[in-house]
């Protein structure tokens, strides 16, 4: 590729698609966030800059939760009685004191957003897959098909790290396919561990095939070392480039690491970057990797000690699930991370405290391929790609329930009871909570219906608030302090007001159904889980789903404060910046 071909998708035409499309995310979002107050003018809306002399107008159709639902069309920029082009960059600036950002944050966050505009003009050159296309898509062609990342963060494909190649190479929306590095780590320094029934010497075999390991045991008996000394660990080429072959000198110097080249199989970057589906074999494991670039508020790296309990959480989580009959009959699974693996790095060990990025450079696990899950005529599609629009305006959501021919409420509730179902019966029986964002959950389709959800992410994301449970010991990491009022958010938040406000919004643009609909039937299929479920009857009413109100919970406050660790890992309740209330929208039900 040439040096300009590198940058060919940076156009004028397609800079000013970009722009425009991210300062409508970004006025709704900020205006949902409270940090922007739009003022009503005839019908029309006007934000005015810190120093009120820019101002931006647009056409908004308000809706539930106080979401804005804003044409990108209908937006112009004003100053001095001329009109202005769109300029994300010049709009942060603009709003630098409304937004709360620091002179320190502001640079590294226009970075971000510079990276957020490249990205989506690359997509803009991408050939457009109509909605109703991509709704009878495999699974990868959906993954790789997203054009918007995060529904909240504005700032959402920040990737500071990443150089244009590396862009090209890695990103998902390139759908480049990856040949992840090998390394060979020291058994003194690198731990392996593995969920119930898996063993080290098979699994490695399994993963790789029997040639590539012996190819990768030769190498290291070339040098004189012993196969049986060390540990295999996958890596992203990235972070091998430009990490660990330099900031691990030391350990590649004293044969602790040794490099032993690229594996056969070709995988594909994922949404979350840095996990991995094997296209060669496609039941075979995913791998989620380390890698050290800052994405959407934290360093993307993997903790080798937190790697240890991985397959243990794992095992208990899909056991719980396994007993529970609620659970069981909405169909729900988890594809459990089988396996993992750390390195530590003494030094940077004993000179940096258990978060620091220094300790999260060199890990990896396996997780299971929900390919194997499938029964006849079933596919998958990241939940994520529910919120997906196509560029002629056009859903996926819409174009699934189309496809299924089901009426919207019917195949609303199907998909109901598969996803948000299990979310409210573990918070309930068990005071547990996941993360169960777009990118954290799979669909299992058929038909263009739900049938069921798969949740993922599980070691690092779920939490059990409840301060009394009795958990195995390898499990007491998951178990957190959350404040009373705050538990609930693990619905009001992560499902209500991240989730279902988008889904509802673009249903109802598209006249396919009325928010008051969905909304209704949110709440019909809660009270239908409620009354089958007597026996938690104190607990419904102790935490009211129906409540009238709940607080505002913002996440690109948390961003726009800081960029490169919005929570603190070992209190997260604490980082959350909570701004008044949000009227419940299933509560008038």
Known sequence: MSLADSVAHLTPEHWDLANRQLIRKALSEFAHERLLTPEQDGPSYTVRSDDGLTSYRFAAVRRALDHWQIDADSISRHRDGAELPLAALDFFIEFKDALGLSDEILPVYLEEISSTLSGTCYKLTKPQLPSAELARAGFQAIETGMTEGHPCFVANNGRLGFGIHEFLSYAPET?????????????????????????????????????????????????????????????????????????????????????????????????????????????????????????????????????????????????????????????????????????????????????????????????????????????????????????????LAAALIEHSGLAPVEWLRRYLRAYYVPLLHSFYAYDLAYMPHGENTIL?????????????????????????????????????????DQKLLSVFTDVFDCFFRFLAANLAAEGVLEEDGFWRTVAEVTREYQEATPELADKFRQYDVFAPEFILSCLNRLQLRNNKQMVDLSDPSAALQLVGTLKNPIAGF
């Open 175 to 395: 759908a480049n396919p990856v040949h992840l590095v090998w390394l060979a780590a020291h058994r003194s320094r690198a731990a392996f561990t593995a969920g119930v029934g898996i063993e080290y010497e098979s699994f490695v075999r399994q993963e790789l095939g029997k040639k590539t390991v012996e190819r990768f045991d030769g190498v290291l008996r070339e040098q004189g070392l012993d196969p049986a000394d060390y540990l295999l660990i996958p890596v992203h080429p990235w972070q091998w480039w430009n990490k660990l072959a330099v900031t691990f000198a030391a350990e590649v110097a004293r044969r602790h690491l040794v490099c032993l080249g690229e594996g056969e199989d070709e995988y594909l970057a994922q949404q979350s970057i840095r996990t991995f589906f094997n296209t060669s074999q496609p039941e075979k494991h995913y791998v989620k990797t380390a890698l050290s670039v800052i994405n959407m508020g934290f360093m993307r790296g993997l903790s080798a000690a937190y790697m240890e309990a991985t397959p243990a959480i794992n095992d208990w989580l899909a056991q719980l699930i396994e007993n529970d009959p609620v659970l069981k009959s909405t169909g729900l699974t988890i594809i459990r991370e089988r396996a993992a693996v750390g390195y530590r790095h003494l030094e940077y060990e004993r000179a940096t405290d258990r978060y620091s990025p220094y300790r999260k450079m060199l890990a990896a696990l396996w997780r299971e391929s929900p390919v194997s899950f499938l029964r006849d005529d079933e596919s998958l599609a990241t939940m994520a790609s529910l919120l997906h629009v196509d560029h002629e305006g056009r859903g």
């Open 444 to 484: 299992v389709l058929k038909d263009g219906v739900v049938q069921r959800a798969i949740y993922k992410d599980i070691a690092e994301e779920i939490v059990v608030m409840d301060p009394d449970a009795v958990l195995p010991p390898e499990v007491t990491r998951v178990r957190v302090e959350v404040p009373e």
